[in-house]
């Protein structure tokens, strides 16, 4: 009896040709995962701005440490969302190894502004200017291959005063990201996977790509699928969660 009424739920939920594989189900459930963690940053968002409140009457040295031990306690633990692997599932066919970066990646299509979001971090420039990486005006060169690859941008924020220039701005993260790709490719594009991972300290990244790959024979959608932890290292776990929770989009 109870084998009938699941066969008859699968039927209804996905007619009489499409009943839900393993694969299908466990999509599911990560994707309802995501947009509970999307949630929880949002609600974290809210925790940090009433921190930020409750800290501001401290005097000026003491009103960072008071911020944060605030948002450390109140805060709401992410979720972890388990990443899936298409090689453990079978087709009716054969048995046919898929490597985890076959999931497309790609930058979405939003406008993600998070300089709304920079008095939560006045001092990191990458939450004041959209700036995925920090990146430095110093370049006419790069300037002109970022008008060549459509990709806006403005004058940033000054850099420390113990250093020089400005930083890049961007209008939005989609913009900030496609500048970060553009220069990984320019920068690093005779070098291997490895080679560029060991420049972060970042050599433990688990990637399927084989790590001998020089980093100009990548795509968008490759490179996306393993650089989370090394922005993470570059610009910190809020950032690069943000990041990749809003605007890379893998399937």
């Not at 008008?147 to 939005?172: H, M, Q, S, V």
């Not at 490759?222 to 809003?246: C, M, P, T, W």
């Amino acid at each position: 009896m109870a084998l009938i009424i699941i066969w008859a739920f699968a039927y209804m939920a996905y007619g009489e040709d499409a009943i839900p594989t393993p694969k299908d189900i466990a999509l599911q459930q990560r994707a309802r995962l995501l947009e509970e963690q999307s949630q929880i940053d949002r609600d974290n968002l809210k925790i940090l701005s009433y921190c930020n409140e409750y800290a501001s009457g401290a005097k000026a040295d003491e009103r960072q440490k008071a911020q944060y031990d605030c948002y450390r306690t109140q805060r709401i633990p992410d979720i972890d969302i388990p990443t899936i692997e298409t090689n453990s599932w079978t087709s009716t066919a054969s048995t046919v190894a898929v490597p985890s970066w076959s999931y497309q990646c790609s930058i979405g299509t939003g406008s993600h502004d998070v300089r709304q979001y920079a008095k939560f971090h006045p001092w990191i420039a990458w939450w004041r200017n959209n700036n995925v990486s920090g990146i430095t005006m110093w370049s006419t060169a790069l300037q002109n291959e970022f008008d060549k690859a459509w990709i806006e941008w403005e004058k940033g924020t000054l850099r420390p005063a113990n250093e020089w220039n400005r930083y890049y701005a961007f209008p939005d993260l989609e913009n900030g990201m496609r500048a970060k790709l553009l220069i990984i490719k320019r920068s690093y594009k005779d070098s291997t996977i490895s080679q560029f991972l060991a420049k972060w300290w970042t050599d433990s990244i688990p990637t399927t790509l084989d790590k001998n790959r020089k980093i100009g024979s990548l795509t968008d959608s490759e490179l996306l699928s393993f650089l989370r932890l090394q922005i993470q290292k570059e610009s910190g776990k809020a950032f690069a969660d943000y990041v990749y929770n809003n605007v890379i989009i893998c399937k």
